[in-house]
Nanobody, 118 residues
Framework: QVQLVESGGGLVQAGGSLRLSCAAS????????MGWFRQAPGKERERVAT????????NYADSVKGRFTISRDNAKNTVYLQMNGLKPEDTAVYYC???????????WGQGTQVTVSS
């Protein structure tokens, strides 16, 4: 089992950048596929980016390709989401999540708010 705590959210102007961090507890972090998800008010949760256990494979939603970068440091039990060129439509609560299978994400953080002003 892994516990996840996100940080790094905040208010930023359009075009700005933020880096989200997700710290994981436990000694088996490297065995989890990790992902970042987001949910805006009145909208369904959206998968933003995922990263493989070793970090060698990543996937992104079309809406963030070229602007966001997911990475992980298994020695620090942390996954990151670097967000550049932020747009007002990126405003949402961002969650990190862990999966043992890469299909179903069972472990979730509490979320961090990202607000992009126009």
């Amino acid at each position: 089992q892994v516990q996840l705590v996100e940080s790094g959210g905040g208010l930023v102007q359009a075009g700005g950048s933020l880096r989200l961090s997700c710290a994981a507890s436990g000694r088996t972090f490297s065995s989890y596929v990790m992902g970042w998800f987001r949910q805006a008010p009145g909208k369904e949760r959206e998968r933003v980016a995922t990263i493989s256990r070793g970090g060698g494979s990543t996937n992104y939603a079309d809406s963030v390709k070229g602007r966001f970068t997911i990475s992980r440091d298994n020695a620090k039990n942390t996954v990151y989401l670097q967000m550049n060129g932020l747009k007002p439509e990126d405003t949402a609560v961002y969650y990190c999540a862990g999966s043992t299978t890469g299909l179903t994400y069972r472990y979730w953080g509490q979320g961090t708010q990202v607000t992009v002003s126009s």
